[in-house]
């Protein structure tokens, strides 16, 4: 099932607030949506599937009951191409549905004015049948890179609930986020939150650094493109009797 990661837009704002709600406690109002992307249009990123097949977790009403797909209060046909389209707001266009995104934001705090750029992540979130297949990591990856090129943001911030495991996971661990505090009671339901930060080094997050990194981490070193060389000159010193078009 092909992914696509691209910039968040208008559009996208309802199926971006559905998917904050099934996943998250931590809930916002859609003006709030609209002023990222209105105020930051270069730093949201949504992830979306171009399949319009029906999900068995899309499926189930809200005891978990298998729903029809014929259901005529959950599909219509488009009067223009004759497809099915869903009346659920996880598609943002017929064929296309979201299943992830990131909210984030340049640090607008008027008591902090005296600080270099710096942004912040206000929201992530992936659909649950989406989950462990780099979603989440991809869609940092081009959110933090647009901070540092597009913003000149210095570095970027966020929080995170004590017991997100996997969020604390990719933040630490793959996006190599520094752990600054633990502030206590942030959340509205009294649970502490780790307060994170990264130093954006824009050489660092180029996302030409992560596109063959499975392959890099074989052979011990990371691809490196001086520019100048043929990407093709092994091929052609050993005959393309062997190449797979």
């Not at 979130?125 to 090129?149: C, H, K």
């Not at 597009?150 to 986020?177: G, I, K, P």
């Not at 996302?207 to 091929?235: C, M, Q, T, W, Y």
Request: net charge negative; proline share 4%; with cysteine.
């Amino acid at each position: 099932m092909p992914i696509n990661i691209r910039r968040a837009t208008i559009d996208d704002i309802i199926c971006m607030q559905n998917a904050n709600l099934h996943n998250l406690p931590e809930n916002y109002m859609m003006k709030y949506y609209l002023y990222h992307i209105l105020s930051w249009p270069e730093a949201s990123f949504v992830a979306t599937t171009t399949s319009n097949v029906f999900d068995e977790e899309d499926l189930k009403d809200e005891e978990g009951e298998q729903q029809q797909e014929e259901d005529d209060h959950l599909v219509i046909n488009d009067p223009i191409t004759g497809r099915e389209i869903k009346l659920d707001p996880t598609y943002v266009n017929p064929g296309e549905k979201l299943v992830g995104y990131v909210l984030v934001k340049m640090n607008d705090d008027p008591e902090q004015q005296d600080q270099p750029p710096n942004g912040h992540i206000t929201s992530l979130s992936v659909m649950r049948t989406y989950r462990r297949m780099g979603i989440a990591e991809n869609l940092m990856r081009q959110a933090l890179f647009a901070l540092r090129e597009l913003h000149d943001a210095e570095y970027v911030s966020l929080h995170v609930r004590q017991s997100n495991r996997a969020a604390l996971h990719l933040y630490r661990d793959t996006l190599e986020f520094e752990v600054l505090r633990i502030e206590k009671g942030y959340y509205q339901d009294g649970e502490d939150a780790y307060a994170m930060k990264k130093v954006l080094d824009l050489k660092e997050l180029a996302i030409a650094n992560f596109v063959h990194r499975k392959k890099a981490n074989d052979i011990g070193e990371k691809p490196e493109d001086d520019l100048k060389s043929d990407l093709l000159e092994e091929l052609i010193q050993g005959g393309l009797d062997d190449v797979v078009v």
